[in-house]
């Protein structure tokens, strides 16, 4: 059983760049069946494939946030990263981390609320 | 990119009825379909992968059917338990990516 835990902040400020980290424990982040990856809840909507990441560091992004995403990997540390800019009150979502088969997502963390307000 | 959409938004039922979601493609992926079952508060939960194989662990009342473009989730007698909101994931293996489709709430009727 992999268990993964999502640390960042819960708020930040318009335009600014958000941070977070997702940290992977019970098992190894260097598989190579698997991405690691982050998907966004907005309250009271639906879920948002934000993009994804193998741990040789390919890396797959959805193209209506691309221009504005960057997910990398420390195999080192098992972690993974997600850097999302120039932030609007849009962004305001609950973050997941997840490992994603190509079959499914069996495993997330329990999620962050992260707001976009200044 | 592949559009999934989901209907309906919205199903009221009562326990111990059957329940049937569906889940459309804009394009053909196979069988790259998953079904999550998500409560309030918590993270999403794999039920079917690949169409229609029931995780380990997922009760035997779901079930998943379909390939192409359409797709299903049967869940044969509802439980209690099972009042929540049903996502559908594509992969599009060209792309390596994923989508969602917008959810669909079981409630109560």
């Known amino acids: 059983q992999v268990y993964l835990q999502e640390s960042g902040p819960g708020l930040v400020k318009p335009s600014e760049t958000l941070s977070l980290r997702c940290t992977v424990s019970?098992?190894?982040?260097?598989?190579?069946?698997?991405?690691w990856g982050w998907i966004r809840q907005p309250p009271g909507k639906g879920l948002e494939w934000i993009g994804s990441?193998?741990?040789?560091?390919?890396?797959y992004y959805n193209p209506s946030l691309t221009r504005r995403v960057t997910i990398s990997v420390d195999t080192s540390k098992n972690q993974f990263s997600l850097k999302l800019s120039s932030l609007t009150a849009a962004d305001t979502a609950v973050y997941y981390c997840?490992?994603?088969?190509?079959?499914?997502?069996?495993?997330w963390g329990q999620g962050t609320l992260v707001t976009v307000s200044s | 990119d592949i559009r999934m959409t989901q209907s309906p938004s919205t199903v009221s039922a009562s326990v111990g009825d059957r329940v049937t979601l569906t889940c459309r493609a804009s394009?053909?992926?196979?069988?790259?379909l998953a079904w999550y079952q998500q409560k309030a508060g918590e993270a999403p939960k794999l039920l079917i992968y690949?169409?229609?194989s029931l995780e380990r662990g997922a009760p035997s009342r779901f079930s998943g059917r379909g390939s192409g473009t359409e797709f299903t989730l049967t869940i044969t007698s509802l439980q209690p338990e099972d009042y929540a909101t049903y996502h559908c994931?594509?992969?599009?293996?060209?792309?390596?990516?994923?989508?969602f489709g917008q959810g669909t709430k079981v409630d109560m009727k």
């Open positions: 394009q053909n992926i196979g069988n790259w």
């Open positions: 997840a490992r994603l088969y190509n079959y499914g997502t069996d495993s």
């Open positions: 990441i193998y741990y040789s560091g390919k890396t």
């Open positions: 690949k169409a229609s």
């Open positions: 994931q594509q992969y599009d293996s060209q792309s390596n990516s994923y989508s």
């Open positions: 019970g098992g190894s982040i260097s598989g190579s069946s698997y991405h």
